[in-house]
């Protein structure tokens, strides 16, 4: 099992980054699978959501009206697009099933993504 997250970076108050997560050896498309993010000195938080079909979005009240998941099952990969990214959007990025359960050991390295002027 594999999750690799990539796409991450600095960028200044207002811009936009998309984040993308390619899984492997797993059944992705059978999987509920999400976007979680851990700021220093912060527990992990799980930010966007969706089903395996690609729809039944949800999004943390943070994020919502900004930040838009997606998935393609095809290809293994889900993608976070964030918008109009504020600086208390910074944090290391993560991809894994929701709820994590048995991917728990399995989390990739993560994507930075620093809001900063």
């Known amino acids: 099992v594999q999750l690799v997250e990539s796409g991450g970076g600095l960028v200044q108050p207002g811009g936009s980054l998309r984040l993308s997560c390619a899984a492997s050896g797993f059944a992705f498309s059978l999987y509920r699978i999400g976007w979680y993010r851990q700021a220093p000195g912060k527990e992990r938080e799980l930010v966007a959501h969706l089903g395996s079909a690609g729809t039944s979005t949800n999004y943390a009240d943070s994020v919502k009206g900004r930040f838009t998941i997606s998935r393609d099952n095809a290809k293994n990969t889900v993608t976070l697009q964030m918008n109009s990214l504020k600086p208390e959007d910074t944090a290391v990025y993560y991809c894994?099933?929701?709820?994590?359960?048995?991917?728990?050991?399995?989390w990739g390295q993560g994507t930075q993504v620093t809001v900063s002027s």
């Open positions: 894994n099933t929701v709820p994590p359960g048995w991917a728990r050991s399995y």
